[in-house]
């Protein structure tokens, strides 16, 4: 593909972002990466998911607490995503390589793929966000119309009252349909994979087996198959409406932009400053939902800095609000989680009419 360019006019933001971050950690005398207080949260993660699981699938809790714990394991799912995994896959859970990667390969045994993933987000995604043709994050249809450049369906008149049902579908469209059509059709959108190694052939369909049989086979023989799909449509459609709408309120919001390249192929912005256009934080003074979905609503943060862990970005975003107050750019947060679905919704309201 022909990639768009960026611009390469104005990169005195991005070079000074740069050395104001790489100050603080070396006055700082800390690494990029996780701490104890990451290492500490994974393990409770981990530890609290296999506990779900084992009480929901071999000790058969009354229908009540069943319920409630498939809840809670969906839950439990995207806390794994967005702490553990999503660092790993970036990088910055660990100094360690070989740690990093069993962060990363969290994924697989939640049933996707953490090679699929890689490309989708960590170079496409985080390259090209929200450029409609090429990141794939923000291609839901014909369900949904996540900007104005992408064609418009009569559904669309209603998106705004039905996205909640057509987000709760991800995760299990993606462990059982998506990862398949990538993997056979050798792209993602219309970006062409990089080569699969033996090892990525193996690990793909090795993992996938591994998933059917812990939440399909095992279940189903211990709970029978109508428990089981309750149980399992539960769980699944309550961790595709996190997974998603954390997302969502990230990047499809009011004030956030959705750029295109000019006639010549080229971005109006250097990137940098197309990540602060295209990109937006939430509820920053909560730490609670800072703590679950692991910093993820420090958005703008992670889109600048992917390769540092999320236990720095409350003190890094101080930084980049005080660069780009000096440099003039608009940096782009809601205050409370309220505010920015209500953003998020306006938002899909504003694309239902043709």
Request: charged share 15%.
């Amino acid at each position: 593909m022909n990639f768009p360019k960026f611009s390469g006019n104005a990169q005195t933001f991005h070079a000074e972002l740069k050395k104001r971050i790489n100050e603080y950690f070396n006055e700082a005398g800390k690494s990029y990466t996780g701490n104890f207080q990451l290492y500490f949260k994974a393990v409770v993660l981990v530890l609290a998911y296999i506990a779900v699981y084992t009480h929901l699938v071999f000790y058969t809790p009354a229908t009540w607490l069943a319920l409630t714990e498939c809840v809670v394991l969906g839950g439990l799912t995207a806390a794994i995503g967005f702490n553990i995994m999503h660092d790993g896959m970036h990088g910055s859970f660990s100094r360690k390589k070989w740690v990093n990667y069993m962060a990363g390969l969290s994924l697989n045994f939640l049933g996707a793929n953490n090679f699929m993933w890689k490309t989708k987000h960590n170079i496409i995604h985080h390259t090209y966000t929200n450029i409609e043709g090429l990141d794939d994050d923000i291609e839901a249809r014909p369900l949904l119309r996540l900007c104005d450049t992408q064609k418009y369906y009569k559904i669309h008149r209603f998106q705004h009252w039905y996205f909640w049902a057509a987000y709760s579908l991800l995760y299990i469209w993606w462990v059982f349909v998506t990862d398949y059509k990538k993997y056979f059709r050798k792209k993602i959108g219309e970006v062409p994979l990089k080569p699969m190694s033996a090892w990525d052939h193996i690990s793909f369909w090795g993992f996938k087996v591994l998933n059917i049989f812990i939440f399909v086979v095992i279940p189903i023989t211990q709970l029978g198959f109508t428990s089981w799909l309750i149980g399992y449509l539960v769980f699944g459609l309550f961790a595709g409406f996190v997974l998603s709408i954390v997302f969502q309120l990230a990047h499809t919001v009011e004030h956030t932009h959705f750029p295109h390249a000019d006639d010549h192929n080229r971005m109006e912005d250097e990137w940098a400053i197309h990540q602060l256009k295209t990109t937006a934080n939430f509820a920053t003074d909560n730490k609670v939902i800072s703590w679950l979905v692991g910093g993820l609503n420090f958005q703008v943060e992670h889109h600048l800095f992917p390769k540092i862990s999320h236990v720095h970005y409350p003190a890094i975003s101080k930084i980049i609000k005080k660069a780009c107050e000096d440099f003039g750019v608009t940096y782009i947060e809601y205050p409370k989680m309220r505010l920015a679905l209500a953003s998020h919704v306006h938002h899909l309201k504003n694309l239902s009419r043709k």
